[in-house]
């Protein structure tokens, strides 16, 4: 069973989708005529999601008014006034609404139009806390929509994922969703920190690991990256 509980990371700048950014904080910002936030705590919802907490730093007043009406999942809000924490600082910032269960860790810009199965789904049914610290689902880049890297992990058979080496090119980029313990964050620092650093701990571990999403992820990180993302889901691709 997946978890019931999940963290959306709402907080950041958007910097890099200026100048849309600059008056919506980039969580509003539409795709398809919805906001990228509404798209995420859907499939949130459809995964048995009953409760999500939200970050908020960036034009947050936009943001809470925003959830405000949300019914499904329940809304809690976690604010960060003074600084953002990054993604690790603002889970950990979180823990005391989170409870003690698994939550899925979801970036509030991380969308996809789902191939076969439904990956937040598959995710549940693959997560086992005996076997890890973390479960990552990472898309591969040839399928990916305004992708431009080189990719952040190589995925084994077994699920076991591997590091981009320096000047190699690897098939997976991690599309923004994860489900973690909150014991993951033992031990980890105070202040901001990025998630990278909980997964680097449960990789030496041998701890990490890595689910396939099976249609097409988009990365609306550009107003370019958004027109491309718009034009897949009304079709006009050529």
Request: proline letters at 7%; aromatic letters at 6%; hydrophobic letters at 45%.
């Amino acid at each position: 069973m997946g978890p019931k509980t999940a963290m959306v990371l709402a907080a950041g700048l958007g910097t890099r989708m200026r100048p849309l950014s600059d008056t919506v904080p980039k969580p509003l910002i539409k795709l398809g005529g919805e906001a990228l936030i509404d798209r995420v705590l859907t499939r949130l919802a459809g995964a048995g999601v009953e409760k999500a907490v939200v970050n908020t730093h960036y034009l947050a007043d936009q943001v809470e008014a925003h959830l405000a009406g949300h019914k499904t999942p329940e809304i809690l809000i976690s604010p960060e006034p003074d600084e953002i924490l990054d993604t690790g600082g603002g889970v950990k910032n979180a823990l005391g609404l989170l409870g003690d269960g698994p939550l899925f860790i979801h970036n509030s810009d991380s969308v996809w139009v789902e191939g076969a199965s439904a990956s937040l789904q598959r995710m549940g049914e693959v997560w086992d806390p005996e076997q890890m610290d973390a479960l990552l689902l990472v898309a591969p880049t040839a399928y990916a929509i305004g992708y431009q890297g080189s990719g952040d992990f190589a995925l084994a058979p077994d699920g076991s994922l591997r590091r981009r080496k320096e000047n190699e090119v690897v098939p997976f980029v991690f599309a923004g969703v994860s489900i973690a313990m909150p014991s993951l964050f033992d031990d980890s620092p105070d202040g901001p920190f990025s998630l990278n650093l909980l997964w680097d701990r449960a990789l030496e571990a041998g701890r990490l690991r890595g689910v396939r999403l099976e249609g097409v992820w988009m990365h609306v990180g550009t107003p370019e990256a958004l027109a491309e993302a718009e034009r897949l889901l009304a079709g006009d691709e050529e």
